[in-house]
């Protein structure tokens, strides 16, 4: 049984522009998986979208602002001329001729439209609890609409009170991507998004007070905090090396010793965790949200108390403990675009027998 699925990208950044995070990676990954299943797939993204094998409808008009920046109790903005808006109208316009609309925006907007719709929309969640105004209205369609709404992680999902209600997916990544690398260089490895919420200030200060080279790799999204950083940090031995595109990115921290990931908040279920180890580099987390699903301590990684930079240093200085062949092992086994496509798969399936 094949199916006509229409994928309805993240509107606060056109597809290729690091913007969106993960959900851009992560909308890729399906829409290949779904494809190479045979199933008919489009994604509809914001103009200036870019891919080089999918089929992507590209929508004009403003971005949103990125759910993260915002307070708990702000209510939902809304741009004029909204991409978002533009892009749900286009679906309800096409709606027939797919069987199944599939949302990864983290909006409230197509959450709401959900009743307003004829065919079933799943929701794919990429964050755990931010604001009020979210949180009412995932719940809403949770209850009304049993089973559509999708998360990454367990501990994502217990940022909800209806995290009984969520199905989780976890994640998957092309695995013949990423090459396993067994001799790594010396350097360190820290790959993201510069943003606050992302902590690189103390990836860098363990850089600093270890001595050992850290490379960073990602989006500059947050100028004046990646600026703070390089004030507070003159003498650091990091080096910025761009937001390169996966085959680049995996080649280079393929080389590195581990990756650091020194999150604020509630990470749902990074992408650069589930990278890393596919390339063999064991991960130095804080011990919070998707990582501590994803970490086996002592094996593929070691968990630090959240916050601590003695913490990081002192698992930089255990990283020979950890096995890299070990760590690709589990990408092979739980994070392979197989196993992320039936997991997928499975729950389209659902949503539209119901
Ligand atoms: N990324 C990239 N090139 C870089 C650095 C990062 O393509 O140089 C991508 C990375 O592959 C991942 C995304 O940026 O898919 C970051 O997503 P993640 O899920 O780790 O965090 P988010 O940004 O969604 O909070």
């Not at 993240?10 to 045979?38: D, H, Q, Y």
């Not at 067994?182 to 902590?199: F, M, T």
Request: with cysteine; glycine share 8%; hydrophobic share 40%.
């Amino acid at each position: 049984m094949y199916y006509k699925l229409l994928f309805m990208s993240t509107p606060i950044g056109s597809l290729g522009s690091g913007l969106g995070g993960g959900v851009e990676l992560t909308i890729s990954n399906i829409a290949k998986e779904m494809l190479r299943r045979g199933h008919e797939v489009k994604i509809v993204a914001p103009q200036g979208s870019v891919s080089s094998s999918l089929p992507i409808k590209e929508i004009p008009g403003e971005l949103q602002i990125p759910a993260q920046n915002q307070t708990r109790t702000e209510p939902i903005f809304i741009p004029k001329n909204s991409v978002l808006a533009n892009m749900w109208d286009y679906a309800r316009q096409v709606q027939a001729d797919y069987d199944l609309i599939v949302n990864f925006a983290y909006d409230w907007l197509p959450l709401y439209l959900t009743p307003f719709f004829n065919r079933p929309i799943a929701h794919l969640i990429s964050m755990g609890s931010l604001t009020d105004v979210m949180d009412h209205i995932i719940e809403q369609v949770a209850n009304n609409f049993p089973g559509t709404i999708g998360v990454h992680g367990q501990t994502q999902a217990a940022t909800f009170t209806f995290a009984d209600k969520c199905r989780c997916l976890v994640n998957g990544m092309d695995l013949s991507v990423y090459q396993f690398c067994s001799q790594p260089g010396s350097d360190l490895a820290w790959v993201g998004r510069i943003a606050p919420e992302k902590g690189l200030e103390d990836a860098v200060a363990a850089a600093k007070i270890t001595g050992i080279p850290m490379k960073i790799f990602g989006l500059i999204q947050d100028v004046p905090y990646w600026e703070k950083i390089c004030q507070e940090y003159p003498d650091a031995p990091i080096e910025y090396r761009g937001f390169l595109p996966t085959h680049e990115l995996q080649q280079e921290l393929g080389q590195c010793r581990a990756l650091l990931i020194t999150p604020r908040w509630i990470e749902a279920y990074p992408n650069v965790a589930l990278e890393a180890l596919a390339c063999g580099v064991p991960l130095i987390s804080y011990c919070r949200g998707g990582l501590t699903e994803i970490i086996q301590e002592g094996k593929t990684g070691f968990l630090v108390e959240p916050d601590s930079v003695q913490g990081l240093v002192e698992a930089i200085k255990r990283l020979d403990e950890l096995d890299r062949q070990a760590c690709r092992q589990k990408a092979e086994t739980e994070y392979s675009l197989e196993a992320m496509g039936d997991r997928v798969e499975q729950w389209f399936q659902k949503i539209m027998r119901n």
